[in-house]
């Protein structure tokens, strides 16, 4: 199984700041990496996919970068509908694994 | 617009078999382009992905439930299901049901739309 590691599991932050999350494949997975949101007793929502690829209706303060082990999440300046947890998933092959997720809290 | 909802009992108990059904609408079950799958996430744990279905019946799943879960379409009500037996208070979780999308076939794919979810609670 590949395991996909994020970090920080957790930070705080302020409206305004810069955030970078990151997630580490335990092998390569080419770009085949996607993100997402969660906030309290709600589904998932996708933001990336392929690594950098936003999703549709996402707004441009998230984006995202990295292929083969390694990958980051950036959040250009951080508002409050933007605290939630974030997590990462590899699709390069089965089973298809999450990381632990990264909870941004704040400030 | 595509919709997933999630249905079945909230209640399980321990032993036997948690049983849900995913209600697509807005897109076609049968698509090519789409798999299928069910995710769970435990009280205050991460994302773990189950399996996942073709229209054609095709099923992928994660290898330590492999051995207890089924999931499969339903092609005349556009919805899939998921059995997972022999439950017990681990499996109490949030299930939820999600679409996978096709656009590249050297890949496999994200969940790019996802219902609600479920809690579903193992106790006797």
């Known amino acids: 199984d590949i395991q996909m590691t994020q970090s920080p599991s957790s930070l705080s932050a302020s409206v305004g700041d810069r955030v970078t999350i990151t997630c580490r494949a335990s092998?390569?997975?080419?770009?085949?990496l996607a993100w997402f949101q969660q906030k309290p007793g709600k589904a998932p929502k996708s933001l990336i996919h392929d690594a950098s690829k936003l999703q549709s209706g996402v707004p441009s303060k998230f984006s995202g970068s990295g292929s083969g082990t390694d990958f980051t999440l950036t959040i250009s300046s951080l508002q409050p509908e933007d605290f939630a947890t974030y997590y990462c998933?590899?699709?390069?092959?089965?089973?298809?694994?999450f990381g632990g997720g990264t909870r941004v809290d704040i400030k | 617009q595509l919709q997933l909802q999630e249905s079945g009992p909230a209640l399980v108990r321990p032993s036997e078999t948690l049983s849900l059904t995913c209600t697509v609408s807005?897109?076609?079950?049968?698509?090519?382009?789409?798999?299928w799958g069910w995710i769970r996430q435990a009280p205050g744990k991460g994302l773990e992905w189950i399996g996942s279905s073709y229209y054609s019946g095709s099923t992928y799943y994660t290898p330590s439930l492999k051995s207890r879960v089924i999931i499969s379409v339903d092609t005349s009500k556009n919805q899939f299901s998921l059995n997972l037996s022999s439950v017990t208070a681990a499996d109490t979780a949030v299930y939820s049901c999600?679409?996978?999308?096709?656009?590249?076939?050297?890949?496999?794919?994200?969940?790019?739309?996802w219902g609600p979810g479920t809690l579903v609670t193992v106790s006797s």
């Open positions: 807005g897109a076609s079950i049968r698509s090519v382009t789409s798999y």
């Open positions: 999600a679409r996978g999308p096709i656009y590249d076939w050297n890949a496999l794919y994200y969940f790019d739309n």
């Open positions: 092998q390569g997975i080419s770009n085949y």
């Open positions: 998933q590899q699709y390069s092959a089965y089973p298809l694994t």
